[in-house]
């Protein structure tokens, strides 16, 4: 069974409509883990219907290699992003797991990706759920 980390962090908004898209999507047939910088995060991923939770640095840390993906906004590879919430160890831990990443190049950080059409958030979920489907065949 697909493992996915869903990483997000603040209240949880962008996490969570990932986590739903994902659920709607691929049913029971995928095992979501909803890892939040922070209680709120967790929690709103958490009422989008991931299988499991988990909050903060050490949680994050620990199962960035447990997971078959990752998947998050830009800033989950950016050390002290998200006003803070995003440590450097959480960082580097994502961008050095062996895990497939996929990220929303969402601009929240200031850094813009060059080559990238700026697309709803909506959009770029569906993007995301092709890409699942295309490499998995899930």
Request: proline share 4%.
């Amino acid at each position: 069974m697909l493992k996915i980390a869903v990483v997000d962090g603040q209240g949880g908004g962008i996490g969570s409509l990932i986590v739903k898209r994902l659920r709607d999507e691929f049913g029971d047939s995928i095992e979501i883990l909803a890892l939040g910088t922070n209680a709120a995060a967790t929690s709103a991923m958490m009422k989008s219907r991931a299988n499991k939770g988990a909050t903060g640095e050490n949680a994050i840390v620990w199962n960035a290699n447990r997971v078959d993906m990752i998947i998050g906004p830009m800033s989950i590879v950016l050390p002290n992003a998200m006003l803070g919430e995003l440590t450097p160890k959480m960082a580097e831990a994502i961008a050095s797991s062996d895990a497939r990443k996929i990220l929303l190049p969402l601009n929240q950080e200031g850094v813009d990706v060059i080559g990238v059409e700026k697309e709803p958030l909506p959009h770029l979920i569906e993007k995301l759920i092709e890409k699942i489907k295309e490499k998995y065949n899930v």
